[in-house]
T-cell receptor
Framework: DQQVKQNSPSLSVQEGRISILNCDYT??????FLWYKKYPAEGPTFLIS?????DKNEDGRFTVFLNKSAKHLSLHIVPSQPGDSAVYFC???????????FGDGTTLTVKP | DTGVSQDPRHKITKRGQNVTFRCDPI?????LYWYRQTLGQGPEFLTY????????KSRLLSDRFSAERPKGSFSTLEIQRTEQGDSAMYLC??????????FGPGTRLTVL
């Protein structure tokens, strides 16, 4: 049973437009959510996170939205840049659990 | 400063052979995590250490797998009698900030 799901394996957007990546989770014990970015031949790199006590967290061009009732979060990238092209993983954890549960990723391609 | 090195970066072995991977955080971290990532999937938790103690092991970690962290600094992951299904990227991570993790570059294992 996959507890974190990213239903879109890939997404293609034009440079300068908005990229929206979605993630759903099933475990109600999750209270902290993260997005990681991964380039080929590298480990995942932390991008942005959000606690369950918030519904929005913003960091520059990146904003994460959390809808607890729907068990859904999304990552918005505005404006998208070609350097944003990578695989994006959604992850979830419970406070003090340490380990994270990851989705299968969405490959974002930003076209110049 | 946070950083994690992993050695080797690539390993090709024949089925039935034993392999050992090493993870070296550049600074002290109480916790250290191992994940495995197969093609098209997100990282899956294998095990984690609190100092020298191995506190949790995933069901994915069969009895052919063993991990150690003898001095609470570097860690090793050994796979005995490798199988083709063990082919994957093995990632090591340390905690930063709250629940975020800093990942090493990974060891890619190919079992022929």
């Amino acid at each position: 049973d996959q507890q974190v799901k990213q239903n879109s394996p890939s997404l293609s957007v034009q440079e300068g437009r908005i990229s929206i990546l979605n993630c759903d989770y099933t475990n109600s014990m999750f209270d902290y959510f993260l997005w990681y970015k991964k380039y080929p031949a590298e480990g995942p790199t932390f991008l942005i996170s959000i606690s369950s006590i918030k519904d929005k967290n913003e960091d520059g061009r990146f904003t994460v939205f959390l809808n607890k009732s729907a068990k859904h979060l999304s990552l918005h990238i505005v404006p998208s840049q070609p350097g944003d092209s990578a695989v994006y993983f959604c992850a979830a954890t419970s406070t003090n659990a340490g380990k994270s549960t990851f989705g299968d990723g969405t490959t974002l391609t930003v076209k110049p | 400063d946070t950083g994690v090195s992993q050695d080797p970066r690539h390993k090709i072995t024949k089925r039935g052979q034993n392999v050992t991977f090493r993870c070296d955080p550049i600074s002290e971290h109480n916790r250290l995590y191992w994940y495995r990532q197969t093609l098209g999937q997100g990282p899956e938790f294998l095990t984690y250490f609190q100092n020298e103690a191995q506190l949790e092991k995933s069901r994915l970690l069969s009895d052919r797998f063993s991990a150690e962290r003898p001095k609470g600094s570097f860690s090793t992951l050994e796979i005995q009698r490798t199988e083709q299904g063990d082919s994957a990227m093995y990632l090591c991570a340390v905690p930063v900030l709250y629940n975020e993790q800093f990942f090493g570059p990974g060891t890619r294992l190919t079992v022929l």
